[in-house]
């Protein structure tokens, strides 16, 4: 009995690791398939030589997001399957960045640069020498676990910002149904993979990745046939009623009021009267001529 016990728990632990193995291959499968699916994007991107008015947040937090869970997975045990799919998803992100950088205006290049060293270069090195000098190695891995888990939440948040877009322009171009798609498979995967491995720190963040792929295929059935609506930014509207002037009725009032002095002979026939409110109604003409153009 004892021995039947045995092989009973062996297989039950066989199966369970297996099925765990089964869970983070699928994961790291459809994640290398979301990390594909920008890659139409990217195209576009290439081809029409601009960026689009796409955003290079996701992708920078998507960076950071990979360079943590690999620190992550340095330290913890048995998680090569984390190693192999942020290796990819790094190189990936990297990839995209520069390919953003190449394209974006001046503005999106200052603004990506500067969150790349916020996060991926400040960041990221104070979190590597806080917990690399200020925990040991059991509790470092619950520090950086903490810190994966927030910041993958990030990861699944940062689409939200095209999801307003496409709440507001009513169009789905920039929200590809396959990456909506994936992103919530890949979810379902590593879900079940933290969860069989009891992993919170894996297991929780792809809980609200589920529900934010889920809102943005919704999104994507309702908004997909729709005619885009051109959003145009408030401005700062000045009266300026005020200050306009009707050049027709300037024109017509002045012509009423002011007689243009025409030249006369005397009564010899041979000498010119001058008016003698020429000069005067010819000052108020170039008065006039002025406060037009200053207007």
Known sequence: MPQAETFLGGGEMALHLTWVFGFGLLGNFISCLVCLAPLP?????????????????????????????????????????LITINSFTFFMEIGYIFMYLFYATKKDKILTLKLLLLFNVFGFGLICVLTRFLT???????????????????????????????????????????????????????????????????????????????????????YRNSKKVVVVEPKLKLDISEHVVDLEKLGAAICSEIAIGIPKLNDGGDGIIEDQNAKEQTKKIMKAMDVTNKL
């Not at 991107?45 to 360079?67: N, R």
């Not at 969860?195 to 792809?206: I, T």
């Open 136 to 222: 040991q190695r059991q509790k470092r891995v619950q520090v950086l676990g903490w810190v994966c888990m927030t910041f993958s939440l990030c990861v699944f948040v940062a689409p939200l910002f095209i999801v307003r877009k496409v709440i507001r322009t009513k169009s789905v171009e920039f929200m590809p149904f396959s990456l909506s798609f994936f992103l919530t498979l890949s979810a379902v995967m590593w879900f079940f993979y933290g969860f069989l491995k009891k992993d919170q720190f894996v297991a929780v963040p792809n809980i609200l990745g589920l529900l934010f792929g889920i809102l943005q295929m919704v999104l994507y059935m309702i």
């Open 41 to 81: 994007t990217f195209y576009r991107i290439c081809k029409k030589k601009t960026s689009e008015g796409f955003h290079s947040i996701p992708y920078v937090i998507a960076l950071f997001s990979a360079m943590l869970w690999l620190f992550y997975a340095l330290f913890k045990e048995d998680a090569l399957l």
